[in-house]
């Protein structure tokens, strides 16, 4: 089932999730759920938070579909290492037609569970390190224009209440 993508500013985007302790069919559904959302907006990462759940629960695929192997369920996922920095274009589908450069590390080290509750780590670099800490920053209810400057976040908010007295936000 295709969910909802909500839009910034609604405040469930900024409300940090909740860790997830069971780990059943509903969830399992949920995540089904999420990898249907997002290829259906062509996106490679998604948190709960941008359908409205402020739970712990991201998905990734840098492939968007073409490979299942690319296929990433993170459950209460940590960075657990960052080293280097990256300074690359970012988008998130709560911001639709707002792209930007912020500064990330270049690489990560992730911790977080799988459908069943176990626990992995994986590493990331360039996009996946991006796309990992952009969508563990959504669990937090943190948002990508908060990690740009100043300057750049009035820019693009003066740019989304145009949009917004527009009607085509
Ligand atoms: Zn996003």
Request: with cysteine.
């Given at each position: 089932m295709i969910l909802?993508?909500v839009?910034?500013?609604e405040p469930?985007l ?9 780990f059943g069919?509903e969830l399992?559904?949920f995540v089904?759920?999420m990898f ?6 062509q996106?490679?990462?998604l948190?709960?938070q941008?359908?409205?759940?402020p739970?712990r629960?991201t998905?990734i695929?840098?492939?968007?579909g073409?490979?299942?192997a690319?296929k990433?369920v993170l ?5 657990i290492h ?8 970012e988008?998130?589908?709560s911001?639709?037609?707002i ?7 270049a ?6 569970q ?5 626990w ?8 996946l390190a ?6 563990i ?11 740009m400057?100043a ?6 908010l003066?740019?989304?209440r145009k949009l917004q007295?527009e009607?085509?936000?």
């Amino acid at each position: 089932m295709i969910l909802k993508i909500v839009k910034y500013p609604e405040p469930v985007l900024q409300q940090a999730g909740q860790e997830i302790t069971e780990f059943g069919d509903e969830l399992r559904q949920f995540v089904a759920d999420m990898f249907e959302t997002m290829y259906a907006s062509q996106g490679i990462g998604l948190a709960a938070q941008q359908v409205g759940v402020p739970k712990r629960v991201t998905v990734i695929d840098l492939s968007q579909g073409q490979d299942p192997a690319q296929k990433l369920v993170l459950i209460n996922p940590k960075v657990i290492h960052r080293e280097g920095k990256q300074y690359e274009e970012e988008g998130c589908l709560s911001f639709p037609e707002i792209r930007e450069k912020v500064s990330r590390a270049a690489r990560v080290k992730v911790r977080a569970q799988n459908e069943k509750g176990e626990w992995f780590e994986l590493d990331g670099d360039e996009l996946l390190a991006r796309a990992f800490q952009h969508e563990i920053d959504h669990l937090d209810g943190v948002l990508f224009i908060f990690r740009m400057s100043a300057l750049k976040r009035s820019l693009n908010l003066r740019k989304i209440r145009k949009l917004q007295s527009e009607g085509k936000w």
